[in-house]
């Protein structure tokens, strides 16, 4: 006989691609420009080093997951500590906007490290810096069993790039938005009929499940994070380019906003 945990670790192990592509499938992020750099603003050269400044984060800009049983759990705590776990959630994906952009400039051969925001900067270094306009993680549940955009997740930042010249001014280079979000899959009350759907909020419901499916992201805000970083990466590139700091062949291509 084969019991009924058995058959849902079988059903979990079958259809976990199909709850990974649901919770973390088809996210998509665009920029649009405030200011549009030109390449012949300021006299400073290839920057000697990319500072990158975790974004800045406000408790009432953050949405956390608006599940049912997550919003019970919330209900439990105080005004404080329901504040203080917003303001967690933006100080994680502001750090991990840092980190990945870091890496990604990195990878365009640029010296770049992420310091503390407040942190002094001096010499011939370009400064990143921006603020989370809105990070918002949606209902879970609703992703998984109706999708299509109901329950989504998105975020949406302002980005400021700065630039010092050797001679100590701070010249403004551009400023842009970038918005993601979690796309509009069909859940899996469409994709794999009610039961499926049932058996989908069990797995999705599960941390490990979804960590495991996707080892890089933590949660669906960190998906996002990542996209966004990807975005802010290329856009800089082609200015990057532009001004003949790298290859032309190593400007990536832009998500402009339609």
């Known amino acids: 006989m084969i019991s009924n945990t058995s058959r849902l670790q079988a059903m979990i192990f079958v259809f976990l691609p199909i709850f990974a592509l649901i919770l973390f499938g088809c996210p998509q992020a665009t920029i649009t420009p405030s200011h549009t750099p030109s390449t012949s603003i300021g006299t ?37 500590e329901q504040r203080q776990g917003r303001l967690k959630t933006g100080l994680d994906v502001a750090n991990e906007l840092a980190q990945d952009l870091v890496k990604g400039l990195q990878g365009l051969g640029f010296n770049a490290e992420s310091v503390p925001r407040g942190t002094p900067v001096s010499g011939e270094a370009m400064i990143i810096d921006g603020r989370i306009l809105n990070a918002n993680e949606g209902n879970r549940a609703r992703q998984v069993i109706i999708g299509f955009g109901v329950g989504a997740s998105s975020l949406e930042t302002e980005v400021n790039v700065s630039q010092v010249s050797a001679g100590g001014t701070l010249v403004h280079v551009m400023s842009f938005k970038t918005h993601a979000d979690s796309g509009k899959m069909p859940g899996a009350a469409l994709t794999m009929g009610v039961g499926g759907a049932a058996q989908g909020v069990v797995a999705a419901g ?31 590139s082609q200015y990057f380019a532009a001004k003949g700091w790298i290859s032309s062949d190593q400007a990536q291509k832009v998500s402009m906003t339609k």
Request: charged fraction near 20%; glycine fraction near 6%.
């Open 44 to 80: 400073a050269g290839r920057p000697q080093r990319i500072v990158v400044y975790p974004f800045e984060v406000s408790a009432e800009h953050i949405t956390e997951n608006q599940g049912p049983i997550q919003r019970a759990l919330r209900a439990t705590k105080s005004d404080d």
């Open 206 to 236: 599960g941390a490990s499940v979804a960590q495991g499916a996707v080892k890089t992201y933590t949660s669906m805000l960190s998906r996002l994070a990542d996209n966004s970083t990807k975005q802010i990466t290329a856009y800089l």
